[in-house]
């Protein structure tokens, strides 16, 4: 990194710092991009290593886009997909980002919406009453149709599934079906209008509401950690937005590849295009270092 480029990134640093130390309330929305930086990435040898014989038979090149195949049977369907849930969601670290952002979090008055599905913000910690996960969690099954409002936690038969599949398939009876109208069941991931939304999730939407309500005369940090553009409906317009319309607030996206603001809050605003975990890290050292000089705040 050229020395300027190191004082600019020190700059925002300390910019990000006092925002954090200001604020009323923080308001964090996570993406993918918050995952990538803890290393939980969706192609190359965390593929790889997993499916060497779907990549053999079908040439899969990635989680994402193999998630999508029409599989010939729903054996060799859940063969995949077990895999894919352990990896990604039970037999996965922490991830340093998400222990860090922890660390800055606690003792706040915060809140966090977060697109993803691999359970990083439960596992490391975040209070489940301060977090709203929008578009499911690879934990849990439901029914296709759905029949029926309700989620059924998974780990338990995903890890059977995978130690029991021979020959890309699991075997039949580990199926699962729906308890009320015997629908094979599908994972709780938002692709299209039958996604359930059950009492949980309501009842994370309405804490969201509520944090945001009974913050809007507040000084609120809306801070965006990864979130790109393949649903900015769900945190990034409607950060920006809200930031527009709440005068006390700032508006703060830490993503390395994504920056784009409305001109109304430009004023307002800080675009870090740098990677989330090395941001977070160099925070807390910051923070550390002053806090040993009788200040936390970085001047």
């Known amino acids: 990194m050229r020395e300027n480029e190191t004082r600019d990134h020190q700059r925002e640093i300390m910019i990000l710092n006092r925002a954090l130390q200001s604020a009323d309330g923080i308001l964090v929305g996570a993406g993918a991009g918050m995952s990538t930086s803890a290393g939980f990435l969706y192609e190359g040898p965390r593929f790889t290593s997993v499916y060497p014989d779907f990549i053999e038979k079908y040439g899969f090149t990635d989680y994402y886009s193999a998630g999508f195949y029409p599989f010939p049977s729903l054996e060799e369907y859940w063969a995949f997909w077990s895999r894919m849930i352990l990896v990604n969601r039970y037999d996965l670290p922490i991830g340093k980002p998400y222990e860090d952002l922890l660390t800055l979090l606690n003792g706040r008055n915060y809140f966090v919406i ?4 691999d359970h990083r913000f439960q596992a490391a910690g975040i209070d489940k009453e301060r977090l709203f996960y929008t578009q499911g969690d690879y934990g849990l099954l439901q ?12 780990e338990q038969l995903i890890r059977r599934m995978v130690a029991e599949q021979r020959g890309m398939k699991i075997p039949t009876d580990l199926i699962p079906h729906c308890p009320r109208c015997n629908a094979p069941m599908t ?11 059950d009492e949980g999730w309501h009842s994370a939407k309405g804490r969201y509401v509520e944090f945001v309500e009974s913050n809007r005369e507040k000084a609120v940090l809306f801070l965006e950690l990864g979130v790109g553009y393949n ?3 769900i945190i990034k317009y409607p950060f920006m937005k809200m930031t527009a319309a709440m005068p006390k607030s700032q508006y703060i996206s830490i993503n390395p590849n994504h920056g784009r603001l409305l001109p109304e809050i430009e004023d307002r605003s800080l ?3 740098e990677d989330i975990g090395i941001v977070l890290s160099t925070l807390l050292e910051y923070n550390e270092i002053y806090a040993s000089k009788g200040s936390a705040d970085i001047k």
Request: a negative charge.
């Open 114 to 117: 977060t697109t993803n599905v």
């Open 143 to 154: 029914c296709p149709i759905p029949c029926h409002p309700k989620t059924y936690d998974n």
């Open 187 to 197: 994972t709780n991931l938002r692709s299209d209008d039958r996604f359930v939304e």
């Open 231 to 233: 649903t900015p409906g």
């Open 271 to 273: 675009l870090i295009q």
